[in-house]
Structure formats: C-alpha cells, structure tokens
C-alpha cells in the first residue's frame, strides 16, 4: 500500500493535511457561529453556509486555468498566503451583532475561497503530475486514495479541536458545566436573536418543564419565569454577572464567538505548518515544478508525457468528463448535508446522551487507536520479514488493548452532553480507517480483471448514498416536527454508508480527472470537478431551506430520489462514457451526444 510510491506523495499529502485540518476545524463550528454572533436563523445560515462552499469548490476552476498559465506550484503558496490572511481575519476579536464584524466575516470568507482555489486543485495535480513517470503510472488510483486518506486525517481530529477550544472560552467565561439543563439553554441563546422571548420549540419546552420540576423549582406554571429563576441561581453559583435573560445570553454568545476566534486561529497555525511541509519537502517533487528557469525543458517533457491526443480524443475526453461532472453535482449535494440537515438534526433531533459500545466513537483517543490497528493489522498480513511482522503485531495488540481499556474504565458508561458538531469526525475516522479496506478490494478484483471502472464506481457510490438516507427516514419516523429524542446511532450509521459512498466516487473521481484529462487542460478539469462539486455544495442549501416546513422524512426522501435518478444517468450512458475514456479513438462525440440524448429520452 505505502510501497514504491515516490517520496513526493507523502510530502503534498502532509501539506494538504494541515491545510484540510484548518479548513474543517473553521467548518466544524461555523454554522453555530453564524448563529451565535450575528444571529442568524437556519435559512440565512444555510444560504451562508451553502454559498461560501460553493465559493470554496468553484474557486479552483479560476485557479487551475491560472496555474495553466502561470505555474502550479507557485498558485500552491499564493492560496496559503491568501488563507492565512482569511482565517486571520476570522480569529480577530470583533462585536458581537455588528456590521463591521459582518463585513470582516464576508471579506474572509471571500479571501478563503480565494486561496482554496490557488491551493487545492493544483497540489492534486502536482500529485498526478508524480504519476506521469511510468515507473509510478500503474499506481495513480492507489496514490489518490491515500492522499485522500490524509486529507481526513487531518479533518478527523478538526471536529474535537473546534469543540475544545470551544469550551475553554466558555470554561473561562463561567459557562461550562454538567448540568444537563444548560444545553437547552445555549441552544436557545444560539438560536434566538430575541433575549425577552422564550424557547417555541415543544420538545425544549418540555425539557425545561421537566428540570424545573426535577429542581423543585416552582415558578407558577411560567416557564419564562422559570427561565429567569434558573439564570439568576446559575449565574450566582458560577459567578456569572448577569442581571437579566438578555444580559446572560449576550454574554454567552460572546464567550461562545472568543472560543470560534480561537479556533480559527488554530486554522492558521495549521497553515504555517503546511507551508513549511511543501517548501522543506521541495526537493522530492522538485521535477514536475513548472515555475524555475531551469526546470523548464524538464518541465515541458513532464506536461506532455503520454501519447499524443488527436483533437477527437481530446473533446472525446472533455465531453466523458463533463458527464461525469454532471453526476458529481448531485452526490456532492447530498454528501454535505453533514454540515446543515445533518447537523441540524444532530443539534434538534437527536439524543444528546450515547451509551453502549458507540460510546467510544466520542473518544479521539479510542478512534485514533482503533485506525492505528487497522494499518498495523494489514502491515502485519503484508510485512515480508519477520521483524517487520512483530512490530507490526505488537502495535496492533497495544491498539486492541488500549480500546478495550478506554470501553471499560476512561468512558463512563453513558457519555452525556455530545456536542453536535461532535458527528462531523466520523466521516473522516470511517474515511482513514476504510481506505486499506478499499485499496485491498480493489487491487484483489484487479488482479481477477474485475475491477469496475471510475464512471461505474461513481455510479455504485451514488446508490451507496441513496441507501445513507434510507437509514435517516427510519430514523425520522418518530420525530414530532423537527423535534426528537432519537439515538444517535441512526447518524453513526449514517455516516458509514455516506464514507462507504464517498471512497467509490471521490478519490477516484479525482485520480480519474488526471489520467483522463488532456495534458494541456489539466488545471481547468481539475477545476471543472471542484467547479461541480461548488454547485452541488450551493445547492446543499435547499433541504435546509425546507427544514421545518415539510416533514423530515420527505427531505430525506428528495435526496433518495436525486441519488437514484443520478444513478440510473450514469449506468445508461456507462459505454459512451468508458469508450470515450479509452486510449484509442472511439466513436465521434457528436455521434456519442446524439445516442446519450436518445438513451435520455
């Protein structure tokens, strides 16, 4: 798996590590501090949300066709420096519901997309450019899917940061505490931009009638005074200065936007870390640069490696990818309802309590032992010598052991208080600890010839996210509204069969965009898969914006249907689509579109 791949692998995927985990742990509390600094409610944080990815994936189309020009490498350290900017921006102390913060908001916003766009389409290609060698070509699909691996790694532990940083300013403020009643409480100060109004959900209602009855707390039947009573005995024990419910919810919003602040100045420093890993690792990649005098023979041999593409091939390959692009849209769009619907129902549907062996899948350190095992135990099947077959053993054996002591003694048997945002890290833990799993199906049907090909994994990965949803309407069968006690199994279980869907479509989509595109329009293709992805990350906004309005079953429900109507596209243009791939001319694309329409009607 890790064996004669060149060095310059490891280097770009470590450099887009950093990068990635500044970029999720921003993301991991960005739709709670819409809410909580400026107020926002779920449909202008959802337009925020779905506009600001799409920035970030269409940005790369503008910076490929750049780098076409100009130089990869180089628009690889501008999008450093532009979102180091960007993030700086966001980590500066600023009001709390005010327009000069609002205008810094967007402007960083605006600079992150901006930097995105110059750094991430174009270190995939640098990636794709180490494969041009043809000592390394066989190996492309295998490359991709680890450097996709390393993207989560860092994305994995971003959730947990954002929370812990999260609640050290609230710590300080006074704020953090058991009490199982604070959390209907925050989500309240979060959600309303009213301090003198009481909560309209019935579900936190009922949450606050129950705990005012547990306390002993009689308040004549009013909640609101009930409320007030709570706040003044919370802020006295916790040395809190608040004089009233408005002047409580303002100061823990404020001390829930010093704790964003500091997270997004964690996202900087992840980013000094990766400029360091791409400039000190330079020389292991220093062939496929475009950017020096003196490269630039070597340069031009390593841009045109390959055979010779007749205008045919090329809009032949053009056109198969466009198609593909077509399909992209819809996965990407209900892929990351991870970060709205999903959250959303996290946040308002979902019990805040785990117990059982899921428990551990809160644990950082328990996840972090758990896919530590996986490479250890796949080593250990592929070591060729006996030493290298012990240490292999005795690392997986201290994986076993450690989880096990983590499920019996470090966690209590009921994990209480999960953060919503908490969901986000088992995507990227299923994508890191799946990934061997992935590499060992694949090279096994390989080798038997029976390997599908990128279009028809796509496909297969679509069906695979329409099965995710299913899961979700069962789980939203017993839902009142938006509104639920439900276990947070259903979203565990969720997120692995949307990982299951990613790792057939996304690393290999990317690795098919290099080796299918042409040679002189590798930085636009690359490009045109973030520019997909940007329009279905836009239209990510649509189910939030039919939250709380339609049942959530039938939300659930739309996104079955778009995965299974992508699905049923791509699986009947599949031939046009893997002869038109193919090395040697296939039929004219005017003769391929026609029968695609035909097959369409």
Known sequence: MFKNQPAGLYVLSLANTGERFGYYTMLAIFLFYLQ?????????????????????????????????????????????????????????????????????????????????????????????????????????????????????????????????????????????????????????????????????????????????????????GDLSAFLSQYIADFASQCDIAATSISDFAMQYISAFSTGCSYAFALACASLI????????????????????????????????????????????????????????????MVFHQNGQTLTEFAKSCTSPDSSSWTRIGFNLWALTAIWIGVYALFSFIQSATAKSRAISGVILAACVAAVAWIYVKATPD???????????????????????????????????????????????????????????????????????????????????LLTFAELLLSPMGISFVSKVAPPKLKGAMMGGWFAATAIGNYLVSIPMLLWGKIPTTMIWAILIALCLLSAAFIFSIMKKLEAATSDAPAEPVADALETIEDDAI
């Open 36 to 220: 909580a600094k400026f107020g926002f409610d779920a449909t202008w944080t959802g337009q925020i949300f779905s506009i600001f990815l799409a920035l970030v994936y269409f940005m790369p189309l503008i910076g490929g066709w750049l780098a076409d020009k100009w130089s990869f490498s180089k628009c690889v350290i501008s999008g450093i420096a532009v979102m180091f900017i960007g993030y700086a921006l966001m980590s500066a102390p600023t009001p709390v519901r005010s327009n000069t913060s609002m205008m810094i908001l967007f402007a960083a916003l605006l600079l992150i997309s901006v930097g995105t766009g110059l750094f991430k389409g174009n270190l995939q290609v640098m990636v794709g450019d180490l494969y041009n060698d043809p000592r390394y070509s066989d190996r492309r699909d295998t490359a991709f899917s680890l450097f996709y691996m390393a993207i989560n790694l860092g994305s994995m532990y971003a959730p947990g940061a954002a929370i812990a940083l999260k609640n050290i300013a609230l710590k300080n403020a006074g704020f953090l505490t058991t009490d199982p009643m604070m959390a209907t409480v925050s989500n309240w100060c979060l959600d309303t931009d009213n301090f003198t109004k009481m909560p309209t959900d019935p579900e936190k209602l009922k949450a606050m009638g129950e705990f005012a009855t547990q306390k002993g707390m009689e308040a004549g």
């Open 273 to 332: 870390i990766s400029f360091l890993i791409y400039i000190f690792g330079r020389k292991t990649y220093a062939h496929i640069i475009t950017d020096s005098k003196k490269n630039t023979s070597a340069a031009k041999t390593a841009k045109t490696t390959g055979p010779e593409l007749t205008p045919a091939q090329t809009k032949q390959r053009v056109v198969a990818l466009l198609l593909v692009f077509a399909v992209v849209i819809f996965f990407w």
């Open 414 to 496: 009921t994990v209480v208080g999960i953060d919503p945002a908490a969901y986000q890290q088992f995507n990227p833990f299923y994508v890191v600890a799946l990934t061997p799993f992935s590499l060992a199906l694949f090279g096994w049907l390989a080798k038997k010839k029976k390997e599908p090909s990128a279009p028809r994994k796509i496909g297969y990965g679509m069906v695979m996210a329409g099965a995710a949803y299913v899961l979700m309407v069962f789980a939203s069968l017993s839902l009142v509204g938006t509104n639920g006690d439900v276990s947070s199994n259903w979203l565990i279980s969720t997120y692995l």
